[in-house]
């Protein structure tokens, strides 16, 4: 991009987990330059090469989302999706960072893999991608992937590596997951957990033919158990992906309180929970059909977890919002494959139902789905609107209502829950490094939209 070439957005209400005043943002060289409260003189831009946005009403300018979560199912699986079209919905979706996990085809499970898969992801130059490396060769859970064989510090040799899984999976062996535990730590990175399987309580559950909500709530609480003792012992950062359960939020919460209280922590633990699992209920998941459009891991769970699940968020327990984007073909759901498609929907449902009655402020969700997944994957230059960070920013109208219609989705996974539904809060353009991404200013009713 041209060194010369700015932007002015003027008179947006300017909201990030530190803030929410009205002002202007002038951004060059794809960095912030500059944040002027209301009412002070904005400068004379002299740029040959610069555009102003004009705020207003009820449009915000936010930074740019992280996703610390999602499958781009690329390579190996384009019927689902590919890296252009989900980078294409991330932008949608008011993204500027994303994590993807590593059950593609091959398996991201040697860094020359997921060096190629960056490479052509900064040539697209839509979303800062992150790869993970998968914990075990193929994600069979045998023999560790190439992890061992990586030289650190990472900032200086693979920059782009911030965050081991093996999602989709749990990794079976804890002899194996506790030496991939150990090689994170020595890289200084976490490892994303599914949480999962497993479990005495759960077999005898399934073996007595009871229906999965009830087992599969059972193997994630206990997988939830297992890989906190595991990076307990391994001195890590274990990262809980996707937490659903009352039970498993109540084990974070107890740990977490007794690390604060002993007031030196041997280990680090994170924790992210999914858009439709803070706003959705097996309610949904019954309508959709559970077996195939209603069906996602870990299932939607009750009334009583949503709650949870909210107050954890709201306590600090939970860390981030991460999409777990996970597009699928209608004959792949048809035929039971887990997973939403989420980036496009991800910000208008959490402002819709979590931001109301002043119980979570849009400051606080901009920190939930910002600021704090960023600070997990160490990227201290993005998350908030203030000079010298990132020029990653959403504008957004808190306000706006639209329809869920996935057949106007960019991504090519239609399979969101919320299809048919009507969200506040719609994300109206997104700006990467400085240049406009995302722009449906033109389009104003998504219901008219032809693209
Ligand atoms: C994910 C997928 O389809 O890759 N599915 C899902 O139901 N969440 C895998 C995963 O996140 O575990
Ligand atoms: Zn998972
Ligand atoms: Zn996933």
């Known amino acids: 991009m041209s060194l010369s070439s700015g932007l002015l957005l003027r008179d947006f209400r300017l909201v990030d987990e530190t803030m929410d005043m009205l002002g202007s943002v002038w951004i060059e060289g794809g960095i912030i330059r500059d944040v002027f409260p209301q009412g002070a003189p904005l400068p004379e831009i002299r740029l040959p090469m610069h555009r102003t946005i004009q705020g207003g009403g009820s449009l915000a300018l936010m930074p740019a989302l992280v996703d610390l979560h999602a499958h781009f199912r690329d390579p190996g699986y384009p019927e689902k999706e590919t890296l252009e079209s989900a980078s294409l919905a991330a932008v949608a979706g008011g993204y500027g960072t994303v994590v993807c996990m590593a059950n593609t085809k091959p398996v991201m499970d040697s860094p020359a893999k997921a060096r190629a898969l960056k490479k052509r992801a900064d040539a697209l130059g839509l979303v800062d991608l992150y790869p993970v490396l998968a914990l075990?060769?193929?994600?069979?859970?045998k023999a560790l992937s190439d992890i061992p064989l990586l030289k650190g510090p990472l900032h200086e040799t693979e920059p782009w590596l911030r965050m081991l899984s093996e999602d989709g999976k749990d990794v079976v062996s804890d002899e194996i997951l506790y030496r991939a535990l150990q090689e994170a730590r020595r890289l200084g990175i976490p490892v994303s957990c599914h949480c999962d399987a497993g479990g005495p309580e759960a077999e005898e559950a399934k073996a007595a033919g009871k229906p999965r909500e009830f087992w599969s709530r059972i193997e994630e609480n206990h997988a939830t158990q297992r890989v906190i003792e595991l990076a307990r012992q391994a001195q890590g950062h274990v990262h809980i992906a996707h937490v659903s359960t009352r039970e498993a939020v109540d084990l974070i919460r107890k740990v977490k309180g007794a690390q604060q209280e002993s007031g030196h922590a041997?280990?680090?633990?994170?924790?992210?929970?999914?858009?439709?699992?803070?706003?959705?209920?097996?309610?949904?998941a019954h309508a959709l059909g559970a077996a195939t459009w209603g069906r996602v891991n870990p299932p939607l769970r009750t009334e009583a977890d949503r709650r949870a699940l909210i107050e954890a968020v709201l306590d600090g327990t939970i860390d981030a919002i991460a999409t777990d984007h996970a597009p699928h073909t209608e004959r792949d759901k048809l035929q039971g494959a887990p997973g939403f498609t989420g980036l496009e929907t991800g910000f208008a449902l959490c402002r819709m139902e979590l931001v109301r009655q002043d119980r979570l402020s849009?400051?606080?969700?901009?920190?939930?789905?910002s600021a704090s997944p960023a600070r997990i994957l160490g990227l201290t230059d993005r998350g908030r609107v203030a000079p010298t960070f990132r020029g990653d920013l959403m504008v957004v109208d808190t306000e706006a209502l639209w329809r869920v219609n996935p057949g106007r989705f960019r991504s090519r996974g239609k399979n969101s829950p919320c299809s048919g539904l009507t969200c506040r809060g719609r994300v109206l353009m997104t700006i990467y490094q400085g240049r406009v991404v995302f722009e449906s200013f033109l389009n104003p009713d998504p219901e008219k939209e032809t693209g």
């Open 266 to 284: 041997v280990f680090t633990l994170t924790a992210e929970a999914s858009p439709h699992h803070l706003c959705l209920t097996e309610e949904t």
């Open 362 to 369: 849009l400051s606080r969700l901009s920190s939930l789905m």
């Open 136 to 141: 075990t060769q193929g994600m069979e859970g």
